[in-house]
Nanobody
Framework: QVQLVESGGELVQAGGSLRLSCAAS????????MAWFRRAPGKEREFVAC????????YYSDSVKGRFIISRDNAKSTVYLQMNSLKPEDAAVYYC??????????????????????WGQGTQVTVSS
């Protein structure tokens, strides 16, 4: 079964940290770029971070750059999002996503949600002020 399963979301105080995990199955994980997106209530889904197949290249949205770190463990078929110095505006449902095309990275499209065709169910992150 091809799927992504996120975990790690919870209630945390502003300034705190969380680590989200996303376990993949059904595809050769190491062949695909991966990303995290989020959707806050009343807002569109937005790009957070992405990582290329080997883990050698990462990109972040300006709003999380310097606070969040995306990483992956291809042996465990898992991508992570370490979130530090959390702010109330980081509260959202966080989704991981897997790239549409294996063995192919188009740098200019990595922040675009349409680059990804497999999505997890989401994990809720709540940040109290």
């Amino acid at each position: 079964q091809v799927q992504l399963v996120e975990s790690g979301g919870e209630l945390v105080q502003a300034g705190g940290s969380l680590r989200l995990s996303c376990a993949a199955s059904g595809r050769t994980f190491s062949s695909y770029d991966m990303a995290w997106f989020r959707r806050a209530p009343g807002k569109e889904r937005e790009f957070v971070a992405c990582i290329t197949r080997s883990g050698g290249t990462t990109y972040y949205s300006d709003s999380v750059k310097g606070r969040f770190i995306i990483s992956r463990d291809n042996a465990k078929s898992t991508v992570y999002l370490q979130m530090n110095s959390l702010k109330p505006e980081d509260a959202a449902v966080y989704y991981c996503a897997m790239g549409r095309d294996p063995y192919r990275t188009v740098v200019g499209t990595l922040r675009n949600q349409y680059t990804y065709d497999l999505w997890g169910q989401g994990t809720q992150v709540t940040v109290s002020s």
